[in-house]
């Protein structure tokens, strides 16, 4: 009987098993490339502006600082709010009749807007992006007259747009980008005011 018990288990242990297992499967040396974080954002941004039109053409670059919050809808469009700040400087945007500025030659301009984007993958990990916004915007004091005085400030509408490049790092949640955003704005006094400006940025994104 123990022969026979002996026979069996071999021969049962000589059949395939019916389901084998499963390869395992090789990670790479290196580790998984994790795709990036889409989804609700902060922004900080710190660049250069600066104006044009006035009597010095291109106004002295000064800093500008911004601040955004907004959300990635899927891989390519973000929709976001901005606070954007930035000053014009030694560059006259109002003349009396003998030639001195009527009102402030160096002013302080706030961008509050909201706006939108869409990108196209250029390389790994790397978006450019077509931007465009539109808000309020705040100059203070005044480049052109008000009521036949320089008023502390002055507040008309913009519309602008520009380009983005955007590089989602390997560093989980964070992203670096650099922006270019030509913004015209209309304002209405004693004059009507056209104001072109240009701010230049990189910026820290943090996503959730």
């Given at each position: 009987?123990?022969l026979v018990?002996?026979?069996i288990a071999?021969?049962?242990?000589a059949q395939?098993?019916?389901?084998?297992?499963?390869p395992?499967?090789?990670?790479?040396?290196?580790?998984?490339?994790?795709?990036?974080?889409r989804?609700a954002f902060?922004?900080?941004?710190?660049?250069?502006?600066?104006?044009f039109?006035?009597?010095?053409?291109?106004?002295n670059?000064?800093?500008?600082l911004a601040m955004?919050?907004?959300s990635e809808?899927?891989?390519?469009?973000a929709?976001?709010?901005?606070?954007?700040?930035?000053a014009s400087a030694?560059?006259?945007?109002?003349t009396?009749a003998?030639?001195?500025?009527?009102?402030?030659?160096s002013?302080g301009?706030?961008?509050?807007?909201?706006g939108g984007s869409y990108?196209?993958?250029?390389?790994l990990r790397t978006?450019?992006?077509?931007?465009?916004v539109a808000?309020m915007?705040?100059?203070?004091?005044g480049p052109v007259r008000?009521?036949?005085?320089?008023?502390d400030?002055?507040?008309g509408?913009?519309?602008?747009?520009g380009l983005s490049?955007?590089?989602?790092?390997?560093?989980?949640?964070?992203?670096?980008?650099?922006?270019?955003?030509?913004?015209?704005?209309?304002a209405?006094a004693?004059?009507?005011?056209?104001?072109?400006s240009?701010a230049v940025?990189?910026r820290i994104?943090?996503?959730?």
């Open positions: 009987m123990l018990a002996l026979l071999a021969a049962a242990e395939p098993d019916p389901a084998p297992r499963r395992v499967e090789a990670v790479p040396a290196n580790g998984v490339d994790e795709p990036p974080r989804g902060v922004e900080t941004a710190l660049g250069v502006f600066t104006t039109g006035g009597s010095a053409g291109v106004s670059g000064q800093p500008y955004t919050v907004g809808v899927g891989e390519r469009v929709l976001f709010a901005s606070l954007g700040i930035g030694a560059s006259c945007f109002s009396t003998t030639g001195d500025c009527a009102a402030a030659d002013f301009a706030t961008f509050v807007e909201a990108g196209l993958g250029i390389a978006l450019l992006s077509l931007k465009l808000g915007t705040d100059l203070s004091p008000k009521d036949n005085n320089v008023p400030h002055l507040l509408y913009h519309v602008g747009g490049l955007d590089y989602d790092t390997r560093l989980d949640h964070f992203a670096v980008g650099l922006d270019a955003i030509v913004r015209h704005t209309r209405k004693d004059s009507s005011l056209g104001l072109t240009l940025m990189p994104r943090y996503v959730f």
